[in-house]
């Protein structure tokens, strides 16, 4: 309104200064109602002028009422948004949960289930370096047991009997964990007890290691002697099985005090009249232990005494 009143002012300023610097001036004064009618006539502009301003601002303030009404409905359609983003956004991590325990759950099932074997193996790994008291079916393998050494991936058990004093040499004995019992109950200062009710495979000599890591080790060559006549002979079987184990001893042909055992299935092994005895009698008792008795045993030749006898 205030640039509408301005250029009024402006145009009556530029129309007087026109009118009152040219002859028209003269006839002005003499037509008063002219002269009244310049005089009068930028009031009513003015007023005209004043009418449609305050229409337009009128219309002005109407249109602001009405952005502004809009305004605060947007502001308020903008906050129900937001809360239904915040909704979508819990919803989703619902959604994202429950997914994730569905899945949990179906993995659950899906991966396959411990088999007995498993459970037994995980059980003996806790005990791997520890002794065992291990039985079979007609016997224990000794008060001292014997040393877990292994378990493996197939669930096949590893017990290692090192030479010493309940055994002349070194061997190994392999049980699938479905064939072996496991309490877990002290037996002297054995932590654990094993029964093992079917061996795997065959027993594995070791010769005279003492510790289990010692196997990797290369074996010093034992001296190759000519055999001569048999010395001695036993056979051992167990009840229900076509099982059977056999040792023979032969004199060396040359007629030195060396002799060799052959044991089978365990090796062969060679050493003078005493350090075979110690062998064959050790063996022996191995076997008793495993459920084998003796079937027949016989002597033969020899020019140093074998001490060596059959148990009943």
Not at 94 to 108: K, P, S, T, V
Not at 226 to 235: F, R
Request: glycine share 8%; net charge neutral.
């Amino acid at each position: 309104m205030k640039r509408a009143f301005a250029i009024v002012a402006v145009a009556v300023l530029v129309i007087m200064a026109i009118l009152l610097h040219t002859p028209a001036k003269e006839w002005l004064w003499t037509h008063p109602w002219w002269h009244s009618f310049l005089v009068d006539a930028p009031t009513v502009v003015l007023a005209v002028i004043a009418f449609i301003e305050l229409r337009h601002s009128e219309k002005a303030n109407a249109f602001r009422a009405e952005a502004n009404t809009q305004r605060e409905r947007a502001n308020g359609l903008a906050e129900e948004a937001n809360g239904l983003l915040r909704q979508i956004a819990i919803l989703n991590e619902q959604l994202d949960a429950e997914r994730n325990r569905q899945i949990g759950r179906i993995a659950d099932h899906v991966k396959p289930q411990l088999t007995q074997a498993d459970k037994i193996a995980a059980k003996l790994r806790k005990y791997i370096g520890a002794r065992a008291f291990v039985s079979e079916s007609q016997g224990n393998w000794g008060p001292m047991g014997a040393e877990i050494v292994e378990v493996n991936e197939d669930n096949v058990l590893t017990l290692f009997m090192a030479c010493g004093i309940s055994s002349s040499t070194a061997w190994a004995v392999h049980a699938h964990c479905n064939e072996v019992e496991v309490v877990e109950i002290a037996a002297g200062s054995c932590p654990v007890q094993i029964k093992v009710l079917k061996r795997y495979g065959e027993t594995v000599q070791l010769g005279e290691i003492r510790k289990w890591e010692d196997r990797i080790k290369p074996v010093s060559t034992q001296p190759t002697l000519e055999k001569g006549s048999m010395a001695y002979y036993a056979t051992y079987g167990k009840a229900g099985s076509a099982e059977v184990r056999e040792m023979h001893i032969y004199a060396a042909r040359d007629g030195s005090n060396m002799f060799v055992l052959e044991a089978t299935p365990d090796g062969t092994f060679y050493g003078n009249n005493v350090e075979i005895a110690k062998r064959f009698m050790g063996l022996q008792v191995e076997y008793e232990a495993a459920g084998f008795t003796h079937r027949g045993s016989g002597t033969g030749t020899s020019k140093y005494k074998l001490f060596v006898k059959t148990l009943a």
